[in-house]
T-cell receptor, first 116, second 116 residues
């Protein structure tokens, strides 16, 4: 079974609008962390936002917020006020287990294109 | 801002040749990782390294692969006899040691390996 599922291979959004990128995960470990990374066409992986399994509130980082629904095992990324520079691949990832040293498991990604 | 660096940015090699990919993690980080991304696919974990030994490895990381921290700054991935299917972007990542679960992994810009 896939540990991280991103069902949207591609998404379009108009500049200045909000967009939600979906991510569902599968784990039996009560302690885990969920991450979103952005990969522009240049190829680097840029960390965006983190949500811990025990966090009571949804994470926010500037225009990025994470809609964490633990019972549904979903961790959707919301980008508000989209900008042309947001066009990129977006990967959801999970780290299982307590502590911060375990490897990340990535989803297949969503390609976001922001249109003017 | 400190960053993970990788050299070379692009390596072309012939099948059967040995390659060494180099990484300089962020200086106060103690966990190191290698991931790879075959073109158009998701990022896959290869190996993690802590305290001069492998901490975790995936099924991909077979006997053809090895990692080393030859000095206080470099972290290398060696592929002994490259195959066509080793063509991919290889990312090095590092994270701090600590109790904070957040510990995001900082990725380097990647080395694109092309095996011909």
């Amino acid at each position: 079974a896939q540990k991280i599922t991103q069902t949207q291979p591609g998404m379009f959004v108009q500049e200045k609008e909000a967009v939600t990128l979906d991510c569902t995960y599968d784990t039996s470990d009560p302690s885990y962390g969920l991450f979103w990374y952005k990969q522009p066409s240049s190829g680097e992986m840029i960390f965006l936002i983190y949500q811990g399994s025990y966090d009571q509130q949804n994470a926010t980082e500037g225009r990025y917020s994470l809609n964490f629904q633990k019972a549904r095992k979903s961790a959707n990324l919301v980008i508000s006020a989209s900008q042309l520079g947001d066009s990129a691949m977006y990967f959801c990832a999970m780290r299982e287990g307590p502590g911060g040293r375990r490897a990340l498991t990535f989803g297949s990604g969503t390609r976001l294109q922001v249109q003017p | 801002e400190p960053e993970v660096t990788q050299t070379p940015s692009h390596q072309v090699t012939q099948m059967g040749q040995e390659v060494i990919l180099r990484c300089v993690p962020i200086s106060n980080h103690l966990y190191f990782y290698w991931y790879r991304q075959i073109l158009g696919q998701k990022v896959e974990f290869l190996v993690s390294f802590y305290n001069n030994e492998i901490s975790e490895k995936s099924e991909i990381f077979d006997d053809q692969f090895s990692v080393e921290r030859p000095d206080g700054s470099n972290f290398t991935l060696k592929i002994r006899s490259t195959k066509l299917e080793d063509s991919a972007m290889y990312f090095c990542a590092s994270s701090e040691l600590g109790d904070r679960v957040t510990r995001e992994q900082y990725f380097g810009p990647g080395t694109r390996l092309t095996v011909t």
